[in-house]
């Protein structure tokens, strides 16, 4: 199936202090799909866990395809922050090159 949104979250490194999967980003991950289920069919959004994304050192991070909008330092706290920009990212087409 193709996806309008791809969001990625690295829930990678559970038991690494170091790593996102031990700084809240599985919660990040569940509460950001409860609050879009509702919101997005299943054509417009679809909202992974990913394996590591390879920025480590920039806290919980995670990425929305096809735009290629990177997103660092995630907190609980951000989940209005990360719907809002995927509302935004559904509703704007890339930029051509972003795809």
């Not at 991950?29 to 509702?38: E, G, I, N, V």
């Amino acid at each position: 199936m193709s996806y309008q949104v791809h969001f990625f979250i690295c829930t990678n490194g559970v038991t690494n202090p170091e790593k996102c999967g031990s700084k809240d980003a599985e919660e990040i991950h569940a509460q950001l799909k409860k609050k879009c289920s509702p919101l997005f069919d299943k054509k417009q959004l679809r909202i992974n866990k990913s394996g590591c994304l390879g920025h480590c050192e920039k806290g919980v991070v995670a990425v929305i395809y096809p735009h290629n909008q990177w997103f660092f330092n995630l907190k609980l706290s951000d989940i209005d922050f990360l719907f809002s920009n995927i509302e935004q990212a559904i509703n704007e087409p890339p930029f051509a090159g972003q795809t």
